[in-house]
């Protein structure tokens, strides 16, 4: 089985998702995970697909076919052994330019990894300045105290508040 990852993207309309998974279905693959959104019009995504060796170029070009969609199919990796721990944050701030970037670099310097982001600005009634609202899973080094990374994040500025979510 050859396990591929799909980067997907058009303009958002009804049917969709069901023209792109009949095509998976229909050309004998497999959904494993999707992480889906509604961005600014568009329809914006990223597939795990599994697919027997023989249905591979088959379903390539058929998913290739979809005009009204960009597709981008990469050749995925089964990854193997011990599953590093993994923590769910979720993390609020005043939103400003760059607090991904802030973010990210504090994770990344502690030797952790972001394996999932879904992030959004708000509104925030009486308070005069959009939020940043981001839950994040976040993948710790073997030995890694959690404590150590959720205190890198909340030293950024005083308005940063990170949880965890179980």
Partial sequence: MQQLV???????????????????????????????????????????????????RELQNALHDLSHLEIRVESGEIIQGEAPQQINLVITG??????????????????????????????APNWGVPLFSAVATVSLPPGMNRDAVIEALESITPDVIVDVES
Avoid: M, Y
């Avoid at 058009?10 to 961005?39: F, Q, Y």
């Avoid at 697909?49 to 249905?55: D, G, R, T």
């Fill in 94 to 123: 005043n939103d400003r330019p760059g607090i991904v970037q802030e973010l990210a670099s504090v994770i990344r310097h502690k030797g952790a990894n972001i394996t999932h982001l879904t992030s959004k600005q708000q509104s």
């Fill in 6 to 56: 799909l980067t997907v993207l058009g303009k958002d309309r009804p049917g969709l998702l069901e023209d792109l998974s009949s095509v998976i279905l229909n050309h004998h693959g497999n959904w494993l995970a999707s992480n889906l959104s509604h961005l600014a019009g568009k329809f914006a995504g990223i597939v795990q697909v599994e697919v027997a060796e023989e249905h591979l």
